[in-house]
């Protein structure tokens, strides 16, 4: 009899084509299962997908990487929605407070106070998450509606004390600030603020991909799926939700910080309830507690009026006034846009590539 | 003293309408456990084709009224059917994006049609205001205060008495042995919320009435969720104490705290109101709170 420890399933592993799906499931140990790259070829895949990333710039003008940076600063605060929402079930419809705890602070450490960037970035994201974690402690009594109630009411509270706090904030005239530099090179070009933004996208990447494969996030889970089982369970409710908001929150404002210094003013209206929505309809349309759909969430939602955009220019020959209804056009789209990917593809733009990646994994001999 | 008793006297009236809006809030909380964050527009559609319907086509108020709740009835039906109904069994958070998802595309139909400046709807209630002791009342005031509660002593009715409303709260109550005891859900579910748009649209027109209408109107759809939360999201007598609570309490800010830290502070004062409740007592003053089973 062959012990079950001896026998490798290696599976289509050997084939060297790049390109071939792995074409079944041959784990046989648990760490193979918990891996990150389940087979040698994904990896390379990815690492073949970041390098095109970091390449981007040198063929793309300024406006496409302008583009590209605000879907990576996305993708940061849409992860981090996503480790409470989509991964702990925490619902938050404060997300663009929180963003702008984290501009707001980052433009006070430097415009104000002359620190460097790089002190003021993590800076902004410790404060914004233990503003986030003093938000999230009702969450222990309170679920569902009414966290999400408690959650909005923290987004105006946060923004008029922003607004009102004229003299640490400016007020409603906002805050200018400057671009980060490293020594005396300033990141003042699309592309060297691109390439920061992408590298602490992709350290974002990893830590939440490594984040679910720990008890920590492993209690995350538990929590979202039933918090009641979970408490009997032994994991201690209070603990992780308050945590889940704190990380969370770290995220939204390192991705805040971000932002502020992109676009190089802090505003009370820029973080409006409008912001939050965005950000909830990209993991949404992304896809509810995945890492992908967050990134592929947050591309859709930032391109979304981009697109529109296009499509009014050229309907504009025909229809002139259309013009003027843009923005009304691209409110309706948008609200459309979440509608449509709820009722039919509930599972959103991850699960549609999941299905395409499935779909040709046995492609052609689907039967 | 006067000063006092006119802030009351707004707060009363502006808690009415929110009373009001609450309403179809609850009913379609009790109905679908859904949270409606599309009620603001509701409440800017209204307003809108009435006010287009009296300055435009010329109708009287009281035609234009019937013929705006009829639209929005329909409007109401027609969402159930179409965005809703698909989410029947989809989790908390899908149906609340749902709603949001809804709003916008409601407000952009609305800025598409209506463009965004504040139209003001011709008079329709005299202007010499009525005088209760020292307190000056202007007829609108007065007559948005007698059919809100006209409307509100009807729903009470028809919720205690109507074959319907019996058959709304049974599903409100318990869905399943509704449905076994052949009360069909779906047709409940309907009428919930063409019942939610037409009390929306009403508030609306009055709100038109009392201070124009514009695109900021929709705000109003946020500013209820103190109230739900207040009075309990699941109670209707909630929804009405909830509304006129906040109503007077967001009144007396305005009037008293607002000068003192420069303006801004009545529309956030409820929510400073909900963190509170929430932290003291989570179901609001007459909701059920649940008992959990794994």
Redesign the interface.
Known sequence: MVSLEKVEWKGCEDVKNPFVMECGNYKTRYEKDMAIFSIKRVKIRMLGLAILAFLFPLLADNYVIGLATLCAIASIGAIGLNIL?GFTGQ?SIGVGAFLGVGGYTSAILTSTLGLSFWVALPVAGLITASVGALFGI?SL??K???L???T???Q??IL?VI??WTGLTGGTSGMVLQRPSIGSFSLMSASSYYYLCLIILLFTIVYALNLFRSRTGRAFLAVRD?D??AE?MGINLFTYKVLSFAISSFFVGIAGALLAHYTMIVSPELYS?TVS?QY??MI?VGG?GSILGSILGAIFITLLPVGLGFIMDYLAVYMPDMQN?L?????????????LF??FE?GGLAHMWSNIKNYFKVWPFSY | MTFFMQMLVSGIVVGSIYALVALGFVLI?KASDA?NLANGEFVLIGSYICLTLVTALKLPFLVALAVTLGVCGVLGLLVERV?LR??LN?P???V???T??????????V??VWGHQTRVYPNLFPNTPVTFGEVLITPVYLWSFIIVMALLLAFTIFFKFSKMGVAMRAVADDLQAAASMGINVKRVFAITWAIACIVAAVGGVLLGNINGVNATMSVIG?TV??VV?LGG?DSIPGAIVGGFIIGILQSMAGGYIDPL??G??K??FP??I??LI??IK??GLFGKGGM?R?
Do not use: C, D, K
């Not at chain 1, 923005?327 to 309706?332: K, N, S, V, Y």
């Not at chain 2, 949001?100 to 139909?109: R, S």
């Open positions: 929402t619902i009702p009594r309170l569902g509606l009414y999400a109630i408690a909005l009411a923290a105006f509270i008029f607004s009102r039933r009641v089982a009997i309830i929505i909830l309809a949404l509810l209804t923005a009304a056009f691209q409110e309706l789209a948008f609200g459309a846009a979440i509608i709820l009722i509930p | 909380y949270l965005v698909p989410l989809a908390t958070i899908s609340i994006m749902a949001i998802g809804l709003g916008n595309l409601l407000a952009g139909l800025h598409m946020l969720l103190p939360i999201l830290v420069g801004g502070l529309e956030v929510f400073i909900v963190i929430l932290m989570p179901y959990e794994v």
